[in-house]
């Protein structure tokens, strides 16, 4: 559902690749409300999002962004902005809960009228610090966990969103909405969430920076979850440094969360970023995986962007090799038992229309002309066949993927003596087939995914007017390094460029 803005008079603004320190300064010099931001992206959602021929990308406005940020102006006329964040817009993915007119869908009908009882933790955050939740963005239903066949970005909710570089590709999954607003500058700064490279690889396919942060950075309460092992949010931007003030709200300790418990105290993830971050670091590099793509083009901009970290200072330890054997059969059986449980508990606890992985089944098989048009639910059932979170076989498949990634980075890190690692993020985005499914050629998402650590992807190039990302993985709780080690990067490699020419 979109707001009308029939009758709306938004100022004329041209606020494309505006980050959020310009937001900021322009309302604080008077120039710019939040009302008047909101009123230019609804606008521009409306042109480059709806209807035929448009991204697609979203699937429900929030009727009452117009009205908080009005608040939001009055309270800084008043006493001033509460932070960074002070009347920002942010778009978040459709499985995020909110507890206001929006719904909670995670791509799916059955979830289509859900609306939780309370914000996650992560919104309460957002709105403690004044931001304006704008809307929601589609994704790859149940977060990509459906079918072995399926369609990143389509959800029988939103339909199929678009990469705004090229229609026909696709914008990777599952936070695929959250980067494609990102991209096309229909919101300043979008969250979405990973299990494994749900937020790095649509960041990486549409131009973007997007963080995985450390498993428990960012509390995961009302979100609906795949798999509690893996699961996280993370900010999506245009820029490292917007990412990183996004990041920054949304991190604290929860008591409903026990991976928050161990997670280090609140940062300013956006202090004391230079252009100089890269100088007298050691970074290793990971090629193995680009084997699978079997693309040059890709390798070529591994290789521009291993000259320009180079001439910023940094030494590098080429063609790192980490032994993931195991990891990803391990990985797999994991996610099916834990979404199993994990996605019960979520029902339940959110009082949902559906209460069990059983009835969303049974649902979508008496509504398959709407659910699966294209693909099936294959995963659905290998998961509610499995047993519970005590089973052997759960134990021990957790415990070869964790010591298995971890050993594996660890390893890496200390007998090189790293401060990070880097990876092509992604190939160049596939066609959109909704026969055949995803074809997703390169992807260095799962080292950070299974092991629980971070990662940043940051635009470093194009093949064929299609971005190519690259990765900065780091250890257990290092992003305010990694993030300084992004930036300067991104301040050096100077690689985003917004579709269209804009």
């Not at 029939?6 to 900021?24: K, Y």
């Not at 931001?37 to 009727?63: C, F, M, S």
């Not at 999954?173 to 749900?198: C, F, I, P, R």
Request: glycine share 10%.
């Amino acid at each position: 559902m979109l707001l009308c803005l029939a009758a709306c008079n938004p100022a004329p603004l041209n606020l494309e690749e505006a980050g959020i320190a310009d937001l900021q300064d322009r309302m604080q010099r008077g120039e710019l409300g939040s009302e008047q931001l909101v009123h230019w992206y609804l606008e521009r959602i409306q042109k480059l999002d709806q209807g035929d021929g448009g991204l697609n990308a979203i699937i429900e406005t929030n009727p009452d962004a117009l009205m908080i940020a009005r608040a939001l102006d009055d309270e800084r006329r008043q006493s001033g902005p509460r932070g960074p964040m002070h009347g920002i817009p942010v778009i978040l993915k459709a499985n995020i809960g909110t507890a206001d007119s929006m719904h909670t869908s995670a791509g799916s009908l059955a979830l289509a009228e859900h609306i939780p009882p309370e914000d996650a933790f992560l919104v309460s955050r957002l709105r403690d610090a004044g931001a304006v939740i704008l809307g929601k963005a589609n994704l790859s239903e149940w977060a990509n966990f459906r079918s072995s066949h399926s369609s990143s970005g389509w959800s029988s909710v939103g339909g199929q969103t678009h990469n705004p570089y090229a229609p026909r590709r696709n914008p990777c999954g599952s936070s695929s909405g959250s980067a494609v607003v990102v991209a096309a500058n229909l919101v300043t700064v979008a969250v979405g969430t990973e299990t494994d490279g749900s937020v790095v690889c649509p960041a990486g396919a549409t131009g973007i920076v997007g963080i995985k942060p450390t498993l428990g950075l960012i509390s995961r309460s009302g979100i609906v979850p795949l798999a509690h092992s893996q699961d996280t949010a993370g900010p999506m931007a245009r820029t490292v440094r917007d990412a990183a003030i996004l990041l920054s709200v949304m991190t604290g300790r929860d008591p409903q969360d026990a991976a928050t418990e161990t997670a280090p105290a609140q940062a300013d993830y956006a202090a004391n970023l230079a252009a100089d971050g890269l100088r007298g670091m050691r970074i290793g590099v990971i090629r193995s995986h680009l084997g699978a793509g079997n693309i040059p083009d890709v390798e070529r901009v591994l290789d521009e962007s291993l000259k320009t970290i180079t001439l910023a200072g940094a030494e590098l330890v080429d063609d790192i090799n980490i032994d993931m054997s195991g990891a990803g059969d391990a990985e797999y059986e994991v996610l099916l038992y834990e979404f199993k449980a994990d996605l019960a508990k979520y029902l339940a606890d959110t009082e949902a229309p559906v209460r069990s992985l059983e009835e969303i089944i049974a649902f979508n098989e008496a509504h398959a002309d709407d659910v699966m048009p294209f693909f099936g639910q294959d995963i659905l059932l290998a998961a509610e066949a499995k047993g519970d979170l005590q089973s052997e076989s759960y134990l021990a498949a957790l415990e070869t993927s964790k010591r298995v990634a971890r050993e594996g980075l660890d390893t890496a890190f200390e007998d090189n003596k790293l401060d990070a690692l880097i990876a092509i993020t992604n190939g160049p985005a596939w066609l959109t087939d909704h026969v055949l499914g995803d074809n997703f050629g390169i992807s260095s998402s799962s080292y950070a995914a299974i092991s629980g650590y971070p990662a940043i992807t940051v635009p470093a190039g194009f093949v064929a007017g299609l971005p190519i990302g690259l990765s900065f993985i780091g250890r257990a709780y290092s992003e305010q390094d990694l993030i300084r080690i992004a930036h300067a990067f991104e301040q050096a490699r100077a690689a985003r460029r917004p579709p269209g020419g804009q």
